[in-house]
């Protein structure tokens, strides 16, 4: 079992260039879920899938972000016209149903200059 | 909504020394309190977890003990080692699936 995998793990883009993140979870998972790490804010939760369905993008920032599971093995998460504020650590997590342990990949730490 | 504060950002102690670092949660649900901890360049990883009042949860040396009257979940040490250095967040599950985080807190054991 090698865990969430999140690629890449490192991504520079320019103001105003678009970034796209891989998650592939667990296999046999069906929640999904993303988050962002910073150090002022800490772990924010930003969107969850169950069977790949979205379930709850509250977290989302509404005009840029956007987030897809087109399969069981992998979800993207997407951000258009990055901002320096969008830099971040971006963490998939999966579980087996939402409600039991959830796993965390080692995250996507995206700077945009 | 949710809510977990942990009010310490940075907690420095020498090694063999003990910890306890502060955790308390608001939910209008009945809580579920885990307890992550993250090494540098590590994903963060589930150390403990509890959803019963006034039950003592221990794994690899730390504790914990989900306290509702005081909505509580400090984590404890009762001596830290090298390794212990890293984040650790508090997080809550208010009655489904997600979790809601503290900021983290940072320990750095000293020799």
């Known amino acids: 079992n090698a865990g969430v995998i999140q690629t890449p793990r490192h991504k520079v883009t320019g103001k105003g260039q678009e970034a796209t993140l891989w998650c592939e979870p667990i296999s046999g998972h069906s929640a999904v879920f993303w988050y962002r790490q910073t150090i002022v804010q800490g772990l924010e939760f930003l969107t969850y899938?169950?069977?790949?369905?979205?379930?709850?993008d509250s977290g989302m920032p509404k005009e840029r972000f956007s987030a897809q599971m087109p399969n069981q093995s992998h979800s993207t998460l997407k951000i258009q016209s990055t901002q320096p504020q969008d830099s971040a650590v971006y963490l998939c997590?999966?579980?087996?149903?939402?409600?039991?342990?959830?796993?965390f990949g080692k995250g996507t730490r995206l700077t945009v200059v | 909504g949710d809510s977990v504060t942990q009010t310490e950002g940075l907690v420095t102690l020498t090694k063999g020394l003990p910890v306890m670092l502060n955790c308390t949660y608001q939910t209008t649900y009945s809580p579920f309190l885990f307890w992550y901890v993250q090494h540098l360049n590590e994903a963060p990883k589930l150390l403990l977890k509890?959803?019963?009042?006034?039950k003592r949860t221990e794994h690899q040396g730390f504790y914990a003990t989900l306290h509702k009257s005081s909505s509580s979940f400090h984590l404890q040490k009762s001596s830290v080692q090298l390794s212990d250095s890293a984040l650790y967040f508090c997080a809550l599950s208010g009655g489904g699936y997600k979790l809601t985080f503290g900021t983290g807190t940072s320990l750095l054991v000293d020799p």
């Open positions: 997590a999966s579980s087996f149903q939402g409600n039991t342990e959830v796993f």
């Open positions: 899938f169950r069977n790949q369905a979205p379930i709850d």
């Open positions: 509890s959803s019963t009042d006034n």
